[in-house]
């Protein structure tokens, strides 16, 4: 059993989007549609003449206390036992009350022009079969296999560090532990999962 | 900071919400005052059937905007979703309201022979439980329509829904909604009794639209107050004519001036009953307000993102 989590190193993103793509691809999300499980957001910060651009990945943050989980009327939304956020696509009806709940526009309806199309681009190997709400998953399929999420393992900076919350040698459980690293929106009580490096 | 303009739930849901609170409070009304005040059979079964009607046709656009409908009963699988509890309070209230209804209709004798279908010890027990099935029918109308608010409330990141000010002005304006549909109802009836209810109805939606300007006020006061995406959402609504000519106007002060001037000027006279212009305008925009409020702040809603 782990608590999984992810720290972002803001300092060295330089928003080449490698890591959407990668997620894209191992999980047959709908990029037709521009709907992607992560996001790299480009900001600008400061006042004329003092502005500078940042990017800001992003995903979902597996909160520990679940606005989407406690919204889910089916149960479909549930947490496994390493703290990984997941949507069950059979129990999914589809509500969306989950992503109005989720604060962090982690989730999106993949829906049923979605699944054809996936079905004409990935023939019978699909992974999504009906229709559902959808999200990031930490790749629990690469995890079982003792891989890194497809983001992680694609990121060409390093800016994305992947592990177990719990153990203490981690390198995700240093930068959380010493407060270098810091959720989101902690006013928001959602215990997130993700933890940001400002740049 | 950014703030995004919920894309997640759009008139459909509105109208859901709009529908659920004139059902549920149709019922509530009707009901107690079939109880408390006795009125015809008639207008309160057709009151009745019409929440009926207004909670089933409300559903079916939920059920039309959800991905995978046909697997809807697995919304009773978790207690902490208010879905869930939408979901126990609708089934509770057609059980409730089948069970009341269904002695009134006999007031009607083109329904004779299909309620004489019905087993006697069947139609003993519905009307032994008449009183039951209508005080718990108005409790679960009263449920329905304050989930409709508890529903979207329940979305820690839109702050101008995640108030508790939200269901508050859900229900009172369901209410006002459901006063409003009965005095429409009450115009068709030439029933005596009908038109001193119809009194009482237009002092009851007077009041409640009065509550509900006190609600709106300290809502708007609180979604002012800071520069969050509950102030945004406001000024969203300051700036968009239909929510003020059509819902604040047209669907709050011109009504509530009809309905004054009707109790305070036209209450004592002799003419016996008033006449049905006024209150058909009047309930009519209440209605067209209240659907308009939900669709207004359905689109007002918006996200407040930490990036
Ligand atoms: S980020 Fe959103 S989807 Fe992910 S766990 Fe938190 S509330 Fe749920
Ligand atoms: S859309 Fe699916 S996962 Fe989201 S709340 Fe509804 S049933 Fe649960």
Redesign the pocket.
């Known amino acids: 059993m782990a608590r999984y989590g992810m720290v972002m190193d803001m300092r060295t993103c330089v928003g080449c989007q490698a890591c959407m793509a990668a997620c894209s691809t191992e999980n047959q999300t709908p990029f037709w549609s521009e709907k992607f499980r992560t996001h790299v957001e480009d900001k600008e910060q400061g006042v004329f003449p003092d502005v500078r651009r940042v990017q800001l990945p992003r995903l979902c943050m597996h909160c520990e206390n679940t606005p989407c989980l406690s919204?889910?009327?089916?149960g479909?939304?549930h947490m496994d036992k390493n703290g990984i956020v997941l949507?069950n696509y059979d129990r999914?009806?589809?509500?969306?009350?989950?992503?109005i709940a989720c604060p962090y526009d982690a989730r999106y309806a993949y829906d049923g022009e979605d699944v054809d199309k996936e079905r004409e681009l990935y023939g019978k190997n699909v992974s999504h079969e009906m229709p559902?709400?959808d999200k990031c998953t930490f790749c629990v399929q690469r995890l079982a296999e003792k891989l890194e999420p497809a983001c992680v393992a694609t990121c060409p900076t390093h800016t994305r560090i992947f592990g177990d919350l719990d153990d203490s040698k981690s390198e995700v459980h240093k930068l959380a532990r010493s407060g270098k690293a810091q959720p989101l929106n902690q006013g928001l009580g959602t215990s997130p999962k993700v933890f940001y490096i400002p740049s | 900071m950014t703030f995004v303009h919920q894309e997640v739930w759009h008139w459909q849901i509105a109208t859901y919400l709009f529908l659920g609170g004139l059902g549920g409070a149709t019922f509530a009304i009707s009901a107690i005052i079939h109880l408390f005040e006795g009125c015809d059979r008639k207008m309160v079964s057709v009151a009745v059937m019409s929440s009926i009607a207004f909670l089933v046709i409300g559903t079916v656009f939920l059920l039309a905007d959800m991905l995978q409908p046909l697997k809807a009963i697995y919304a009773l699988t978790n207690p902490k979703s208010w879905i869930f509890w939408g979901v126990v309070f609708i089934n509770f209230y057609f059980i409730a309201a089948i069970t009341y209804v269904i002695p009134l209709l006999e007031a009607w004798p083109k329904l004779e022979p299909f309620i004489r279908k019905i087993p006697e010890p069947i139609l003993g027990l519905l009307e032994r439980f008449n009183n039951l099935a209508a005080l718990g029918g108005s409790a679960a109308g009263f449920l329905v329509a304050i989930y409709t608010g508890l529903l979207i409330s329940a979305a820690p990141a839109i702050n101008f829904w995640n108030t508790p000010a939200l269901p508050l002005l859900f229900v009172i304006s369901g209410f006002s909604t459901g006063a409003a549909f009965l005095l429409l109802l009450s115009t068709f009836s030439d029933n005596e009794g009908a038109h001193k209810i119809a009194s009482r109805l237009e002092q009851l939606d007077a009041v409640l639209i009065v509550t509900e300007l006190i609600i709106l006020g300290a809502y708007f006061n609180f979604a002012m107050f800071l520069p969050t995406g509950a102030r945004a959402s406001a000024e969203f609504l300051f700036h968009s004519p239909v929510f003020i000519a059509g819902f604040f106007v047209a669907g709050l002060i011109v009504p509530l001036a009809i309905e004054t001037y009707s109790i305070f000027f036209r209450g004592h006279g002799n003419e016996g009953r008033k006449s049905a212009l006024p209150i058909l305008v009047a309930s009519s925009l209440v209605l067209v307000g209240g659907y308009l409020l939900r669709i207004y702040v359905l689109k007002a809603g918006m996200f407040q993102f930490p990036w």
């Open positions: 919204a889910c009327p089916t479909a939304t949507v999914c009806i589809g509500c969306y009350a989950c992503c559902h709400v």
